[in-house]
T-cell receptor, first 112, second 116 residues
Framework: DAKTTQPPSMDCAEGRAANLPCNHS???????VYWYRQIHSQGPQYIIH???NNETNEMASLIITEDRKSSTLILPHATLRDTAVYYC?????????????FGGGTRVLVKP | EAGVAQSPRYKIIEKRQSVAFWCNPI?????LYWYQQILGQGPKLLIQ????????DSQLPKDRFSAERLKGVDSTLKIQPAKLEDSAVYLC??????????????FGQGTRLTVV
């Protein structure tokens, strides 16, 4: 699976949009981009995933560049409960289930 | 829907003792994962099952760790004998396989193991 690079930490003001970047320059054509987050003392939680097109759900938006070498997770109106470590993962979808390889993630602190 | 259940939540053992963790995945999920998460690091995949078969156990320290998934449902992860460096949170996750549903993994709360 392709490796991802994320900034180790970032701060965000409550109520503002949080834009989390991820580089995955070695991604292959059939690998998906997944985002999970982990709130303190909990297991990781799925946020969103995409292949080529931008995606949006009730939690966030995912913007993938045309060359697919990077992506951005957007939390449109960050709240204090969005404080967490956010993981960007690149993974093949396969019959035996995705192989989810976590890196260090980005530690996001939402400040009042 | 019911989530991924893990037990126990916490365990403290002495080094060289053995310990077992239990995981009950979401009903219908064919894929089951065990991860080890050391404090301050991202989760590290130990083993991945598809039904009751092993898909990937390349990072499982097989001299001391073992896992099984009998009948393709519940799973247990065992450590024998434990070392100090095994202190971590052990996370279980499950998902549909690619062919049967959306490829999102659901994680349990984890078991926090302290080896003293």
């Amino acid at each position: 699976d392709a490796k991802t690079t994320q900034p180790p930490s970032m701060d965000c003001a409550e109520g503002r949009a949080a834009n989390l970047p991820c580089n995955h320059s070695t991604i292959s054509g059939n690998e998906y981009v997944y985002w999970y987050r982990q709130i303190h003392s909990q297991g990781p939680q799925y946020i969103i995933h995409g292949l080529k097109n931008n995606e949006t759900n009730e939690m966030a938006s995912l913007i993938i560049t045309e060359d697919r070498k990077s992506s951005t997770l957007i939390l449109p109106h960050a709240t204090l409960r969005d404080t967490a470590v956010y993981y960007c993962i690149v993974s093949l979808r396969q019959a035996a289930g995705n192989k989810l390889t976590f890196g260090g993630g980005t530690r996001v602190l939402v400040k009042p | 829907e019911a989530g991924v259940a893990q037990s126990p939540r916490y365990k403290i053992i002495e080094k060289r003792q053995s310990v077992a963790f239990w995981c009950n995945p979401i009903s219908g999920h064919a894929t089951l994962y065990w991860y080890q998460q050391i404090l301050g690091q991202g989760p590290k995949l130990l083993i991945q099952f598809q039904n009751n078969g092993v898909v990937d156990d390349s990072q499982l320290p097989k001299d001391r760790f073992s896992a099984e998934r009998l009948k393709g449902v519940d799973s247990t992860l065992k450590i024998q004998p434990a070392k100090l460096e095994d202190s971590a949170v052990y996370l279980c996750a499950s998902s549909f396989s690619f062919t049967t549903g959306p490829p999102r993994a659901f994680f349990g709360q984890g078991t926090r193991l302290t080896v003293v």
